[in-house]
């Protein structure tokens, strides 16, 4: 059974940085599309970026372009969501998801998801 087990979060002052990290084991990492999702309270599950087989990348909310770097690291089976100049509205349990096919917006079309991790921003 495979797993996706996220880290770093925390608390931040906003302009702040943070990297997540997101490790997978029981799937061949190099194999699959790892996207990142968020939910914010009382918000939908929203795509933010994604990182595909071959290291193309996708972002998938304008408020996050040029602030939300992802990267992966095949060796270690991690991906990493690097996030610059933290705002307040950035606060949200933030999902790292696999899946076997090219990078989807829809979180239903990954095949593993994790339980996500805490990014809390104070103004």
């Known amino acids: 059974q495979a797993t996706v087990v996220e880290s770093g979060g925390g608390l931040v002052q906003a302009g702040g940085s943070l990297r997540l990290s997101c490790t997978a084991s029981?799937?061949?990492?190099?194999?699959?599309?790892l996207g990142w999702f968020r939910r914010a309270p009382g918000r939908e599950r929203q795509a933010v970026i994604c990182?595909?087989?071959?290291?193309?990348?996708?972002d998938y909310t304008d408020s996050v372009k040029g602030r939300f770097t992802v990267s992966r690291d095949n060796a270690k089976n991690t991906v990493y969501l690097t996030i610059n100049n933290l705002k307040p509205e950035d606060t949200a349990m933030y999902y790292c998801?696999?899946?076997?096919?090219?990078?989807?917006?829809?979180?239903?079309?990954?095949?593993?998801w994790g339980q996500g991790t805490q990014v809390t921003v104070s103004s």
């Open positions: 990182v595909e087989m071959r290291g193309r990348t996708i």
């Open positions: 998801a696999a899946r076997d096919d090219a990078c989807s917006r829809s979180w239903s079309r990954y095949n593993y």
């Open positions: 029981g799937l061949t990492f190099d194999d699959y599309s």
